[in-house]
């Protein structure tokens, strides 16, 4: 709503228009009904604005008692001006316009209701107070022509009438806030709100985003948003074409959020990157790279994560052709009571809506396998701005007219129950609408359900007026029905099979063969990149597609291309966050160097599966002591199982045994010619495993002081081992990895410890090598950045990712062996879903990762600058960053008790750290 004549508010809004209708301008009238003798006529005059649209015409009296008055274009048969006696009163000055329609549609003042059309023909004229006629006549004119022709030559014309239009309009700099603010970029665009689209004016300084519509139908001239104030910028997609920006402010701001669209995907991303490059603008950081991981963690709810994946796959509460979408979760609508914890009480998320009944899917499938391509499955889509408006009606009933030109739905067809509802999607053969947001919001009290505002729906056929909602019996009112389907969404039942119903919607069974699998298929102009608007020439075919994608339904952006993974709370977890419904609010919207030829020192020390998790306060370090034994750099660091003894290998090629207890080194043992990379000390605590750079793996036996076994294990360096109940596996230059079975009796035998069970190949060399918890598993890290995963019951790959750029320096298996941890030269923390291989969280340090060690909830990493950083994945946060070393740190170790860190680094140093009151 604009603001005129000081403080009367205007009844105009864009949304008494078509959706996607252009309003141009307005002038100061009076109008007077041309049916009637002058005096008469003089009498019933009315002062207000007339307002020139690009398809009608739109008189507002002032007396707000009066209907505004809405003259169809394509209705019109006389505009013209018009010329009275020469003794009218009513024309001085020859600044008349006469309107003469066939039909007059009269839109009620201070009310919402719907539209009166008055099928009769009828007369007005407009005296112009401050323009002439032939000022605004021309325009209305060519408006009226174009009305008079068929609708895509129409939307032709009326598109070049406000290309036009607006290519004579610059930014009036008048506007600016400060004269010190650089002006970066001016470009047109549009602003867009629900069913409605307001071109304007864009203009981007150092200091702030200035939106200035052609039109006064905003409640500013120029809307003023400070770039400080903007928190997030997201992309966003508009009817199909990548060319929006979303932008989300502070409450400082004078407006919460605003949505615009260019012309181009080029000017677009021209616009969001000036956009990014000004100092001003502070983004905040919402961790968007983790949230599936807070979410698996329990630290954001199922609604705030459906709410992320809604904004990624461009969602918007400013688009009802995006508007955010929600699934069934209860079926049960029938019953006096609800059960959460029945599962019979839930639909199954497996399936998509149109597959719940088995009957009716097996006709849509007999209709499919007969259909020609593109083929489709279901007729309907399950969100629309129509199903979006039918549960919102109540609540929001100017969209629905507008939607409906100036009609509410038939009332028998309105959203009158819950229960019935339900049926209808699950039985109707075009019917197949999901749910939105509002249905699992407790805030909002279930006010979209309630009649709040009595408005006039109807009645229905049985002879009942259509007010409040239907509920299902066991809901008390609409408050205690969204509480109960809130509690249902966020149940144990749903948390383990939202997954599922998520690889429907924006995941990889939403397209291609594993739609077809899961019965999930759409018309195909509902998916993005199904078709490029931008290249079709013929502006008929446009302008049907257009319509299509706007009116039928678009498919959320895919983002996923592998199945989601699963939510299963860490079992440290479950207690510590339901118990205390522990969520935090979901929010919306890298270079790095090539490895080097050298043979690096790597090491991390992997935490072995422990049945303890580490103290909680690990991001509090404390030293206990630090020393200097080894002459070069601490590649391998680990702690004997009773924590009194800290045992280390380096570039020296030595493996020193320091006893926390007597402060002094207690063994310096010569192992190799060259330097070791890494060890290993068994559970006995009297058995080491190291490997060199010689190619060898070496067991030292702690008791007998000596080498007891050696391996030849491959035709480089050894870089790195990881060793699990009997199985040892190795990594090497050479570009393999290998997997030996270890038998402790057969060591008694000199050099023979070792059976090699299997040899996997890599293309470049193998950096670090991690095993399962269980052995059924081998991950391993490459200098080129990729990560693999092997089975080892057959040896063979089962997965391959590319998320480093260059030498990935540690991997690491969670206890549970669900997730896997890496770090690597570019900066990167990554934790990847081992089931799914989707990645969970990727955090950029800002310096190189050397190393890395965690309990599935903490990771320790240690940095190229000598720290140790302290990353809580329950938060997905940096909590600490220690200083300790002067050079990086290349390997660290924890306690079984988790009450000691051990950090090793370039700069020769061993530290031990306690992790909590000393």
Same mark, same amino acid.
């Given at each position: 709503m604009a603001y005129v004549d000081g403080h009367r508010k205007e009844r105009f809004s864009l949304l008494l228009l078509e959706p996607s209708e252009i309003y141009f301008e307005d002038y100061s009238v009076f109008s007077y009904p041309a049916n009637f003798p002058e005096e008469e006529a003089i009498k019933r005059k009315q002062k207000g604005r007339l307002k020139v649209c690009s398809k009608s015409l739109v008189f507002e009296p002032n007396d707000i008692n009066k209907p505004i008055l809405k003259f169809q274009l394509s209705e019109c048969t006389i505009i013209d001006q018009w010329n009275g006696s020469l003794l009218s009163k009513l024309d001085t000055k020859g600044n008349v316009i006469r309107v003469v329609s066939e039909q007059v549609v009269e839109i009620e003042g201070g009310v919402i209701a719907p539209y009166r059309f008055k099928r009769e023909r009828q007369a007005y004229l407009f005296t112009l107070n401050y323009v002439s006629a032939s000022h605004c006549l021309p325009q209305i004119l060519q408006l009226r022509r174009a009305a008079t022709l068929p609708g895509v030559e129409q939307a032709s014309m009326i598109a070049a009438i406000v290309m036009s239009r607006q290519s004579r309009v610059s930014f009036d700099t008048s506007w600016l806030e400060d004269l010190y603010e650089t002006i970066i970029l001016e470009t047109t665009g549009n602003?867009?709100?629900?069913?409605?689209?307001?071109?304007?004016?864009?203009?981007?300084?150092?200091?702030?985003?200035?939106?200035?519509?052609?039109?006064?139908?905003?409640?500013?001239?120029?809307?003023?948003?400070?770039?400080?104030?903007?928190?997030?910028? =997201?992309?966003?997609?508009?009817?199909?074409?990548?060319?929006?920006?979303?932008?989300?402010?502070?409450?400082?701001?004078?407006?919460?959020?605003?949505?615009?669209?260019?012309?181009?995907?080029?000017?677009?991303?021209?616009l969001y990157s000036k956009l990014l490059e000004q100092p001003a603008l502070d983004l905040e950081d919402t961790a968007t790279d983790s949230m599936t991981l807070l979410w698996q963690?329990?630290?954001?709810?199922?609604?705030?994560?459906?709410?992320?994946?809604?904004?990624?796959?461009?969602?918007?509460?400013?688009?009802?052709?995006?508007?955010?979408?929600?699934?069934? =979760?209860?079926?049960?609508?029938?019953?006096?009571?609800?059960?959460?914890?029945?599962?019979?009480?839930?639909?199954?998320?497996? &399936?998509?809506?149109?597959?719940?009944?088995?009957?009716?899917?097996? &006709?849509?499938?007999?209709?499919?396998?007969?259909?020609?391509?593109?083929?489709?499955?279901?007729?309907?889509?399950?969100?629309?701005?129509?199903? =979006?408006?039918?549960?919102? =009606?109540?609540?929001?009933?100017?969209?629905?007219?507008?939607?409906?030109?100036?009609?509410?739905?038939?009332?028998?067809?309105?959203?009158?129950?819950?229960?019935?509802t339900w049926r209808n999607v699950t039985t109707n053969t075009s019917d197949f609408k999901e749910l939105i947001p509002q249905f699992y919001e407790p805030e909002n009290k279930g006010e979209f359900l309630v009649n709040s505002q009595n408005l006039e729906f109807g009645f229905r056929q049985d002879g009942t007026k259509v007010k409040d909602v239907e509920l299902p019996k066991w809901a008390k009112d609409p408050q205690d029905f969204i509480i109960k389907l809130r509690s249902a969404l966020e149940s144990d039942i749903v948390s383990e099979n939202i997954h599922h119903w998520i690889d429907l919607m924006f995941g990889y069974k939403q397209q291609g063969e594993e739609a077809v699998k899961a019965k999930n298929v759409f018309y195909y102009l509902t998916y993005e990149g199904a078709i490029d608007l931008d290249s079709i020439k013929d502006i008929n075919e446009r302008y049907s597609l257009e319509v299509q994608i706007m009116e039928f339904g678009q498919t959320p952006k895919q983002i996923f291309t592998h199945p989601h993974p699963e939510r299963k709370l860490p079992r440290i977890m479950q207690d510590r966050l339901w118990s205390q419904n522990f969520y935090v609010e979901a929010k919306d919207g890298i270079q790095s160097e090539q490895a080097s030829g050298d043979k690096p020192s790597l090491k991390h020390k992997k935490s072995i599966m422990q049945e303890c998790h580490w103290n909680r306060n690990m991001e509090s370090l404390t030293i206990i002591t630090e020393y200097k034994l080894h002459k070069e750099e601490v590649t391998d660091v680990t702690i004997s199982s009773d924590g009194k003894n800290?045992?280390?290998?380096?570039?020296?090629?030595?493996? &020193?045994?320091?006893?926390?207890?007597?402060?002094?080194?207690?063994?310096?043992?010569?192992?190799?010619?060259?330097?070791?990379?890494?060890?290993?000390?068994?559970?006995?605590?009297?058995?080491?495993?190291?490997?060199?750079?010689?190619?060898?793996?070496?067991?030292?036996?702690?008791?007998?002081?000596?080498?007891?076994?050696?391996?030849?294990?491959?035709?480089?360096?050894?870089t790195d081992i990881s060793w699990n109940r009997g199985i040892l596996a190795t990594a090497s230059w050479d570009a393999t990895a290998k997997v030996w079975q270890y038998n402790q009796q057969q060591c008694l035998r000199p050099y023979n410890c070792n059976e090699l069970m299997a040899e996997l190949d890599h293309e470049t060399g193998v950096t670090c090598v991690d095993l399962s918890h269980d052995n059924s598993l081998l991950v391993s890290g490459t200098s080129e950045g990729h990560i693999s995963f092997w089975s080892l019951q057959t040896f063979t790959l089962i997965g391959q990712f590319s998320i480093h750029f260059g030498m990935i320096y540690a991997v690491s298996f969670s206890p549970d062996g669900e997730k896997v941890a890496s770090c690597g030269k570019d900066h990167t923390l990554n934790i990847m879903d081992v089931k799914t291989g989707t990645q969970l969280l990727s955090k950029n340090a800002g310096e190189e990762l050397r190393c890395l060690c965690w309990d599935g909830l903490i990771i320790l990493t240690g940095s190229e600058s000598g720290k140790i950083m302290v990353w809580d994945l329950v938060t997905a946060k940096l909590v600490n960053t220690i200083a300790g070393h002067s050079g990086p740190v290349t390997c660290l170790s924890v306690s079984k008790k988790g009450d000691l860190v051990v950090s090793g680094s370039e700069d020769k140093k061993v530290i031990v750290w306690h992790t909590g009151q000393l």
């Open positions: 602003r867009i709100t629900p069913l409605v689209t307001n071109p304007g004016r864009i203009l981007l300084t150092s200091s702030r985003i200035y939106f200035q519509p052609y039109n006064n139908a905003e409640p500013w001239p120029v809307l003023k948003i400070r770039l400080s104030d903007i928190k997030r910028a =997201v992309k966003r997609r508009f009817l199909l074409r990548h060319v929006g920006i979303e932008l989300y402010c502070s409450n400082n701001s004078s407006i919460k959020h605003l949505f615009l669209t260019l012309k181009s995907h080029e000017e677009r991303e021209n963690n329990g630290m954001i709810s199922n609604y705030d994560y459906l709410l992320y994946l809604n904004s990624m796959a461009d969602r918007s509460f400013n688009d009802l052709t995006q508007y955010p979408i929600f699934p069934w =979760v209860i079926s049960n609508y029938t019953s006096s009571t609800l059960d959460i914890s029945d599962p019979s009480s839930y639909r199954d998320l497996s &399936k998509p809506v149109g597959a719940l009944n088995e009957d009716r899917l097996q &006709k849509l499938m007999e209709r499919y396998e007969e259909m020609a391509d593109p083929k489709f499955m279901y007729g309907s889509h399950y969100s629309t701005p129509g199903f =979006v408006l039918y549960y919102l =009606v109540r609540q929001m009933p100017q969209y629905m007219l507008c939607l409906q030109n100036g009609k509410f739905d038939h009332p028998d067809r309105m959203f009158n129950s819950i229960p019935d800290i045992f280390s290998v380096s570039q020296d090629s030595l493996l &020193k045994m320091y006893s926390l207890e007597d402060k002094r080194q207690l063994r310096s043992i010569n192992i190799s010619n060259m330097a070791l990379s890494s060890c290993y000390l068994m559970d006995d605590d009297k058995t080491m495993i190291t490997s060199s750079w010689d190619n060898f793996i070496y067991t030292y036996n702690i008791s007998y002081g000596k080498i007891i076994s050696s391996t030849m294990a491959h035709n480089d360096a050894v």
